[in-house]
Nanobody, 125 residues
Framework: VQLQASGGGLVQAGGSLRLSCTASVRPSSRFIMGWFRQVPGKERKFVAAYNWNGNRQYYADSVKGRFTISRDVGKNTVYLQMNYLKPEDTAVYYC???????????????????WGQGTQVTVSS
């Protein structure tokens, strides 16, 4: 499975960006697709995930109410709509997916088998 991420950029604080992640195959019913982010010198952190089978979304506390993860089944794509962006949201954002995850593990990056290239999001103050 290959993941193609896009949509990063530079935005002012309070602005919005939308990231996209397209899978090279049709996600199975057990697929979970998610987003992580990483700043230099720090660990990659969970942002959000979409449970393809259950049509449910999961978020890190730091982005709840500001970010929304959604999907387009026909395009094998998940989106991360990021609103009310803050300078602390600045990071490289990575798309990830796995077909065997259990829900209790969705926030652990080492549990994901497939990764897209990172896309830089920079929020200026």
């Amino acid at each position: 499975v290959q993941l193609q991420a896009s949509g990063g950029g530079l935005v002012q604080a309070g602005g919005s960006l939308r990231l996209s992640c397209t899978a090279s195959v049709r996600p199975s019913s057990r697929f979970i697709m998610g987003w992580f982010r990483q700043v230099p010198g720090k660990e990659r952190k969970f942002v959000a995930a979409y449970n393809w089978n259950g049509n449910r979304q999961y978020y890190a506390d730091s982005v709840k109410g500001r970010f929304t993860i959604s999907r387009d089944v026909g395009k094998n794509t998940v989106y991360l709509q990021m609103n009310y962006l803050k300078p602390e949201d600045t990071a490289v954002y990575y798309c990830a997916a796995d077909a065997r995850l259990i829900l209790s593990s969705i926030q652990y990056d080492h549990e994901y088998d497939y990764w897209g290239q990172g896309t830089q999001v920079t929020v200026s103050s």
